[in-house]
């Protein structure tokens, strides 16, 4: 099972929206509402902000949003504000492995 | 929370168990992974096991080197390696599920701060 394929790098402005995309096949991503989206910042433990492709855990600002169309699920930030900047994860169920699998990562960064 | 222990430096072809205490919850209630990191690398889960500690379940590519289990009367999970080679140098974090079985609960909603094993001669 290959990892989800995210873009490695995405920035944007403070007070901006930005979107990051996490693509798998119809066995994961496209077949099931099982992405979960985690965010960590350096030397620190992911943290759970989106899960079953759209749901936000509470205590989790309403800034992030999730979505799915296909077999790309998407991660939208608006607001950007200077502490979201860290790295991002997807992961999803899949029917090809026993375990869930995750993207590859992407770091946000704030200009 | 969680806090998980054991890790460290050990050789190529050595064993390694780890451990994680859990508070602030029913632990028995909730199923248990470790999910692992290797350095500047993304995220894999290794191993799960449900609330009761019936069903285990392990990443393809471990071939029967780790072993999961835990322990209810102790609010504990542990993650008992074996083999282990240098491509299994990594953080290993001990993370929550948020229902009591691994099918069909496919999120971890807490983790701990994570233990490093180093696999190197």
Same mark, same amino acid.
């Given at each position: 099972?290959?990892?989800?394929?995210? $873009?490695?790098?995405?920035?944007?402005?403070?007070?901006?929206?930005?979107?990051?995309?996490?693509?798998?096949?119809?066995?994961?991503?496209?077949?099931?509402?099982?992405?979960?989206?985690?965010?960590?910042? $350096?030397?620190?433990? $992911?943290? @759970?902000?989106?899960?079953?492709?759209?749901?936000?855990?509470?205590?989790?600002?309403?800034?992030?949003?999730?979505?799915?169309?296909?077999?790309?699920?998407?991660?939208?930030?608006?607001?950007?504000?200077?502490?979201? %900047?860290?790295?991002?994860?997807?992961?999803?169920?899949?029917?090809?492995?026993? @375990? %869930?699998?995750?993207?590859?990562?992407?770091?946000?960064?704030?200009? | 929370?969680?806090?998980?222990?054991?890790?460290?430096?050990?050789?190529?072809?050595?064993?390694?168990?780890?451990?994680?205490?859990?508070?602030?919850?029913?632990?028995?209630?909730?199923?248990? *992974?470790?999910?692992?990191?290797?350095?500047?690398?993304?995220?894999?889960?290794?191993?799960?096991?449900?609330? #009761?500690?019936? *069903?285990?379940?392990?990443?393809?590519?471990?071939?029967?080197?780790?072993?999961? #289990?835990?322990?209810?009367?102790?609010?504990?999970?542990?993650?008992?390696?074996?083999?282990?080679?240098?491509?299994?140098?990594?953080?290993?974090?001990?993370?929550?599920?948020?229902?009591?079985?691994?099918?069909?609960?496919?999120?971890?909603?807490?983790?701990?701060?994570?233990?490093?094993?180093?696999?190197?001669?």
């Amino acid at each position: 099972q290959s990892a989800l394929t995210q $873009p490695a790098s995405v920035s944007g402005s403070p007070g901006q929206s930005i979107t990051i995309s996490c693509t798998g096949t119809s066995s994961d991503v496209g077949g099931y509402n099982s992405v979960s989206w985690y965010q960590q910042h $350096p030397g620190k433990a $992911p943290k @759970l902000m989106i899960y079953e492709v759209t749901n936000r855990p509470s205590g989790v600002s309403n800034r992030f949003s999730g979505s799915k169309s296909g077999n790309t699920a998407s991660l939208t930030i608006s607001g950007l504000q200077a502490e979201d %900047e860290a790295d991002y994860y997807c992961s999803s169920y899949t029917s090809i492995s026993t @375990l %869930e699998v995750f993207g590859t990562g992407t770091k946000v960064t704030v200009l | 929370q969680l806090l998980e222990s054991g890790g460290g430096l050990v050789q190529p072809g050595g064993s390694l168990r780890l451990s994680c205490a859990a508070s602030g919850f029913t632990f028995s209630n909730y199923a248990m *992974s470790w999910v692992r990191q290797a350095p500047g690398k993304g995220l894999e889960c290794v191993s799960a096991v449900s609330g #009761s500690g019936g *069903s285990r379940y392990y990443a393809d590519s471990l071939k029967g080197r780790f072993t999961i #289990s835990r322990d209810n009367s102790k609010n504990t999970v542990s993650l008992q390696m074996n083999s282990l080679r240098a491509d299994d140098t990594a953080i290993y974090y001990c993370a929550k599920r948020a229902r009591i079985t691994v099918t069909g609960n496919w999120y971890f909603d807490l983790w701990g701060r994570g233990t490093l094993v180093t696999v190197s001669s």
